[in-house]
């Protein structure tokens, strides 16, 4: 994995990162992705309203804004620092936060 620079910096929680090579699971496995304190708008994950993970096949489906697969249903574990979400497959990751 690597991260990539964001499109999303206003709304992205957490770095936008690629897990190369593409794979596409037959079923939901778990990611988990730490985080280390505030964000850089001063808040904290756990004060998000909601958070999802999109996903994109590669970068050029990223770079182009072409629509990527939408998981919800993510878990904050803020004594631990981590968000874990079930995802259907591998690329490019970003995690998108509301507050």
């Known amino acids: 994995a690597y991260e990539l620079k964001s499109k999303f910096a206003g709304n992205c929680a957490l770095k936008t990162i690629v897990i190369e090579p593409l ?3 037959s ?3 778990q990611l988990t992705l730490g985080y280390d304190g505030c964000l850089a708008n001063g808040t904290e994950v756990c004060e998000a309203e909601s958070i ?3 996903i994109w096949d590669d970068e050029a489906a990223y770079i182009n804004l ?3 697969k939408v998981c919800s249903n993510c878990n904050v574990n803020s ?3 981590t968000i874990c979400m079930s995802i259907c497959q591998t690329g490019v990751i970003a995690t ?3 507050w």
Do not use: G, W
């Open 23 to 25: 794979v596409a699971f």
């Open 27 to 29: 079923k939901p496995v």
């Open 52 to 54: 999802i993970f999109l």
């Open 66 to 68: 072409r629509a990527p």
């Open 79 to 81: 004594d631990a620092h």
């Open 96 to 98: 998108i936060a509301e």
